[in-house]
């Protein structure tokens, strides 16, 4: 019989009960002359009663025992002593005893057992919420803190679940680890340490250690296949985020790769043309250095220049275009002057634009806004360049800049026919062009035509600068591109202006 | 692993069922505490299976009662009106438990039987058993059932189980006030008030040369407003002005609300004091008691004018804490003006919270408060904002028009009450004024008879009395909410297990 004393004073205060009811039920048996049956009777439903209420089989058998001890001594022949005379009531005491220990012998078991089946009922219903709570988890850490987090409410001691390698001075973790058994309190190896080492085992080996604190004491043994559940779909749902995201990563990869090809593809059509273009006129100088006349000599060396000017402009926007794909470094920017990147633009462009015009609005105010000077002139030559290219000759356009609100929008608009309403919003697409599909499978291409890589670049520098681009047709009959780029902090102003100088 | 209280509640019939089985093993068990007057009076011995019988096998059919609904559920619950149905279940199980002794021990008819059970729970006080050839050990049965009727037998419940719940019955009982912040505490508080008081009172008497058997009999009686006497005529028949004033001050002590006594015995006289229901009480009590006087002396039947305040002012006591002692030989060779403020006073009873019963003090306060504040909105200015309040422990509590609407409600169930129980009185034969005041006297739990009620009674008049002293004490409502709770929980059982 054990418990604390307030355990063992409330048990004796029922059997007391018990008992002092007993006696007065035989009491009232004997003064209406009741057989001593009626009352052996009454002393087993007592007897039921307190194995029931105190939870234990010895007090009950402790009661019985009273019982017959009273009974013989106040209610059988002879009276007040502890002697039996009359063998009906030695029969009696005899199966009162025997019934009395198979009573409780049962009443104890079933108590226990229905003690197990709630139990058990119970620890099923976590195991369902805890499940629910895995599948709901979206990464291996979070996972593992919820399931710690779980174990640790329901055992009422700390534990903890890492993830891979544990740390260098931990040496029963390491080889829970490492051997993936389980170390630590109450295990075979490591004994002696204050926590107990479980590992998360999968098919591919360790995932982590679990590690649970038993300096109060060894988890018992119902709750031990508790956590080996929980331990298991925990390992479970670790694999499962692991995967997930190796998944993820693969993906990326593919699309690189994917990217890789259509680039290879496209540009490999482009490059030949202009390279035949050079190689066709420097061959021909080459043979017929003194055949040829000054005026076809200097046109041919003319071709050959603007081709290679045209390769490398072509090079230069791929190996912007890859640097913008794999940047991870961030942009460099620096305040730069508005006027002067748009008039710096202007002029690289002014050169080719044959008979288009080209005017330039500036900003009132001098202002200055970080950006990395050299790709936004390089975005602005690009939509001038998409103008000039798709537009019909004679055309008007117009690069400008003014601040709205906090940002700073810049514009190139022609009057010159316009887009397709329908194709607004892909041309910013990679690899769209006008006359060709993305694929690359026309057959003409002449010197005009793009890659179609431009307008591209310009999104992806516009957006690396955290900004905005987009096209829209306007009412003078032609498209207006135009971008916004943040002020960032409040631009300064400085109140007296350098004078402009065209270059 | 998982904390009990996170398991589905039990509730409806079973939780119903659960409580009243646990009270009964709590009423079987002090079925058996009369036995232990045969320590001293040993010949009874003969009665005592009529109080072992039926007190073990309520305990046994509560325990299995117990067993088979609610045992070994951590969360049972007890919904809106389900500590009604529970105060109803316990009642009627607790009267015929205690009605059993009589009837096995061949001392009354089944009728009367439950008739001297009902009486001794609601503290009434009406008896039909001879005290002079009774045997002891009814005695104390009746005196015992006095004292667990008078503060509830669920007080002692929520003494013994630590339960949130046993306050939800406790205030379906028809106590509402709180003594202090814990439920457990508050009965303990009273309880122990309660006890504190009778025992006081007993020393009182037996200082007064009363007998001890006696002194403990009335002083239980005293305090908790019943009125069983263990002597033929009541208190008349001790001829002690000091036993009076013993009684009267012990009537008073019963009658008052149990916060007041808290305060007092705590010291905190002023927030007791200031307690409007407390001077209209004692206001009452002493212009009949003046009144009482005159008619008395008017009328030629008392022999000076200090004899006529003495009588007039323990009767008004007695009558209007509803507790029933007699010091005057007959209620019918009174005065017909007597007999009608005694009625009057019956009808009104003592204060809220305490033994006493009636409509309580409170009630008739809130009514009459209630008339002139409509008179003073129906007449007074137009535009006038007035609030009603009223004056309990010292604080100026004001008196919600939900309130007030119940109040003014129970006092018509009250009323009609009354008069059909007067009514089926006045088949018996009897007169009308004695009608009145015997069903006034079981209505309001006060215990006076004037002659109607008597051991040769036919049984339809003792069933009113029984249903009178019933509805008065559980304070109407709770029975007929109880009962309808109770058959509807029955009903949605079986439609459960169909």
Known sequence: MNGSPKTILKRAAIVSLLFCLGMIVAYGFWLVGLKAESDFMVFVLAVTIAILETGSGGWGVLLGVLYILAYDYFFTMPYHQLRIFNLNDWVACAVFIVVAVILNTLTARLQRQVGIAERDARVLG?????????????????????????????????????????????????????????????????????????????????????????????????????????????????????????????????????????????????????????????????????????????????????????????????????????????????????????????????????????????????????????????????????????????????????????????????????????????????????????????????????????????????????????????????????????????????????????? | MLRASEEKPVTGIRAICGYIGIVCMLIGLLALVPLLSLLRYAWESVFAPAFIFPGIACMIVGYTLYFVTIRGCGNVELRRRDGAAVVFGTWVCAIIVYALPFVLGKQLTVSQAVFEATSGLTTTGLSIVDVTSCPNIYLVHRTLMHYFGGIGLLLVLTCIVNDTQGLSIYHAEGHTDRLLPSSLKTARAVLVIYTAAILGGIVAYRACSMPLFDAFATSVSAVSTGGFVVDADSIGGYHSAAIEIVSIVLMLVGATNFLQNFLIVHGRFSEALHHEESRAWFLTIAAVSLIGSFVLVAAGSASSWGDALRTSLFQAVSIITTTGFQTIPSFAALPSTLVFLFVLLMLVGSEAGSTAGGMKMYRVLVMSKSLVWMMKSEFGHRRGVRTCKIVRFGKKLECSREERRDVAVFCGLYASAFIVGSFIFTLSGCSFGDAVFEFASCLGNVGVSIGVITPDSPDFVLWTGIAGMFLGRLEIVPVFMGAKRLLDATREWRNLER
């Open chain 1, 126 to 503: 976590r195991l369902n919420k805890m499940s629910t709570g895995l599948i709901n988890s979206t990464s291996a850490e979070g996972a593992c803190r919820y399931s710690a987090n779980e174990l640790s409410r329901i055992l009422d001691r700390p534990v903890s679940i890492t993830l891979g390698e544990p740390a260098e001075d931990n040496e029963a973790a390491r080889a829970c680890y490492h051997d993936g058994y389980a170390t630590g309190s109450g295990e075979s190896i490591y004994a002696l340490e204050r926590n107990k080492y479980l590992p998360l085992n999968s098919k591919q080996g360790t995932l982590g250690v679990v590690a649970i604190d038993c300096v109060s004491g060894d988890i018992d043994h119902a709750s031990k296949s508790f956590v080996n559940s929980v331990i298991t779909q925990t390992s479970i749902a670790v694999e499962r985020n692991n995967l997930e995201k190796e998944s993820v990563r693969q993906e990326v990869e593919m699309k690189h790769e994917r990217f890789k090809t259509t680039l290879l593809r496209s540009i490999s059509h482009d490059l030949r043309t202009p390279l035949t273009g050079i190689a066709g006129s420097a061959e021909y100088l080459r043979e017929n250095a003194e055949t040829t006349d000054a005026a076809t000599r200097d046109k041919l060396l003319a071709d050959i220049v603007e081709d290679s000017e045209w390769l490398t402009d072509m090079v230069n926007s791929l190996l912007d275009m890859t640097r913008m794909q794999d940047s991870g470094a961030p942009l460099e920017k620096e305040p730069e002057v508005v006027d002067d990147v748009i008039a710096d633009a202007v002029s690289r462009v002014a050169r080719r634009s044959g008979t288009h015009e080209i005017s330039v609005h500036a900003p009132q105010k001098v202002t200055l806004i970080p950006m990395n000077g050299q790709l936004i002139r390089q975005t602005l030559i690009n939509l001038i360049d998409n103008a000039l290219k798709h537009t019909r000759p004679g055309a008007h356009i117009d690069v400008g800049a003014e601040q709205q609100g906090d940002e700073m929008v810049f514009f190139v608009s022609d009057n010159g026919g316009g887009i397709d309403p329908a194709k607004l919003d892909r041309v910013f697409d990679l690899f769209y062009t006008q006359d060709r599909t993305p694929a690359g499978d026309g057959l003409t291409s002449g010197r005009q035509s793009s890659i179609g890589l431009g307008l591209s670049i310009c999104r992806s520098i516009v957006e690396a600068h955290g900004g905005w681009i987009r096209a829209e047709n306007n009412d003078q009959g032609g498209t207006t591109f135009s971008f916004g780029l943040p002020m960032g902090q409040k631009p300064e102003e400085t109140a007296d202006a350098p004078a402009r100088k065209e270059e």
